[in-house]
């Protein structure tokens, strides 16, 4: 299951990532980001080269901020710590594995 990051373990574990990583920008109250959560959780076991987590935009303003993420669900992707694609709403599964499988 994806982890919640903070500015700090963003960095980290996204940025610095040693291949593609999403950074899933949700809030608890929205309905879209509810029903990706357990596509995003299959899509984890499916590719585990690919680092998912999650990020509250209730409380991470300045992340929210730099990537410009104004509204939720967003799926950004990067590698080698710059963003190489993004997802706007909730999409299917078979969106995001394209856009993995591109990205990869």
């Known amino acids: 299951m994806a982890e919640r990051l903070n500015k700090d373990s963003f960095q980290e574990k996204v940025l610095n990532a040693p291949g593609l990583a999403i950074a899933d920008f949700y809030s608890d109250s929205c309905i879209p980001c509810k ?33 410009s993420v104004m509204s939720s669900p967003v799926l950004i992707f990067f590698k080698n710590g710059e963003e190489v694609d993004r997802i706007t709403g909730a999409v299917s599964k078979h969106k995001i594995e394209e856009a993995i499988e591109k990205n990869k």
């Open 35 to 67: 029903k990706l959560s357990p596509i995003l959780a299959d899509l984890d076991e499916k590719y585990p080269d690919v680092y998912i987590g999650k990020v509250n935009i209730v409380y991470e303003q300045e992340l929210i901020e730099e990537y």
